[in-house]
């Protein structure tokens, strides 16, 4: 009964091998790929100022504020981008505490995007935080980066 074992393990034991390095190799691939998705903002983000400028892979986008953000009042965002994007949600961060993220409308060429969002809670210039999703090409781009006003 043990010869038969042993005789079923070494039979087995080269394709648990040969699975283990193809599952290893499709982990490794995917964070690759998954590297290439994330949004980089290229310098400090001041979107009431105009400066916030955010790149991926194709894509070029500015954020803007028509003010700065305030407790409990509506805040008017603006994504412009170089490149037709298929959708953009967004969410804001304040002293750790994200709010729901919102899907951003369209102004029709998708390369103008305008979402009206509420930030709650208390806000200093070092507590914000905007969470950004982008589709682009069928594809997933994300980012997380503080606001500076």
Known sequence: MKN????IAIVIAPFLALGGYILADIYSTDEIENADKKLIVTDECRPV?????????????????????????????????KTSLDDVAMS???AGTEVAPMKMKNTGDKKRWILD??????????NLKIRL?????????LAEFPITY
């Open 92 to 94: 804001l961060i304040v």
């Open 49 to 81: 100022n105009n400066q916030c400028e955010i790149l991926g892979i194709g894509m070029e986008m500015h954020l803007n504020f028509n003010a700065a953000p305030v407790d409990q009042r509506l805040l008017s965002v603006e994504l412009n981008s």
């Open 4 to 7: 038969r074992h042993t005789t």
């Open 133 to 141: 999703a982008v589709s682009y090409k069928a594809s997933l781009h």
């Open 117 to 126: 969002i509420m930030p709650i809670g208390m806000i200093t210039k070092n």
